[in-house]
């Protein structure tokens, strides 16, 4: 029985692996065509890795093992996160075609957008926490480790997703790639 157990974990693990990767890469060619922009694109994974990365730490920190159960969180966090980084992105990208400056337009995205997406990921939070009254250990885990996901996912998609953004615009404007635009669009 534990060379039996051991060989399906390690195929799930392995299977794991891929489909995250797969998942990842196939978001990734989705949210370029949505946005027409590789760098911007791949921004909008920077929320998602980190949350997975947390995910998959915690399980190991609190000693949750890795099962098909648990092996489901990490794909939720890859569908919900990069919802929350499109809102982000197309919200801030909308305020910047109306001639703001990147600040303000991050601010129009955060004061609206951000709450729609904390309302959302507190209410996704609070459906799956309920999971945490059951007897059932599996899905104890799986509620818990999916009510985390979503308050990581959103907190990484309005805090370190509007930071690359607005680097990434302030570095462009140094390099005068932004700034002749902004120039044309704000004069």
């Known amino acids: ?16 692996a891929a489909s ?13 065509l949505l946005l ?26 609190a000693g949750i093992p890795f099962d098909i159960v648990t ?31 990147p600040e303000a337009a991050m601010h129009a995205t955060i004061a609206n957008t951000g709450r729609a ?20 250990p599996p899905l104890r885990h799986f509620g818990g480790l999916v009510a985390v996901t979503m308050i990581i996912s959103s907190i990484g998609s309005l805090t370190i997703l509007p930071a690359l ?3 990434v615009r302030r570095k462009a404007v140094s390099g005068g790639v932004w700034g002749a635009d902004h120039a044309e669009s704000t004069g």
Not at 22 to 30: P, S
């Open 1 to 16: 029985m534990p060379f039996l157990e051991q060989g399906m974990v390690d195929l799930i693990v392995r299977g794991q």
């Open 36 to 61: 027409g922009r590789s760098r911007d694109s791949a921004l909008c994974l920077v929320p998602i890795a980190l949350t997975i990365l947390v995910n998959f730490g915690m399980m190991g920190w």
């Open 165 to 167: 953004l607005l680097a």
């Open 20 to 32: 995250l990767v797969l998942a990842l890469a196939a978001v990734f060619v989705i949210v370029y």
């Open 117 to 136: 997406i904390m309302t959302n990921a507190l209410a996704v939070t609070a459906g799956f926490a309920v999971l945490l009254l059951s007897v059932f």
């Open 71 to 101: 092996a489901l969180v990490s794909s939720i966090a890859v569908g919900i996160g990069i919802d929350y980084g499109i809102h982000v992105y197309s919200r801030f990208r909308q305020g910047m075609g109306q001639g703001m400056s």
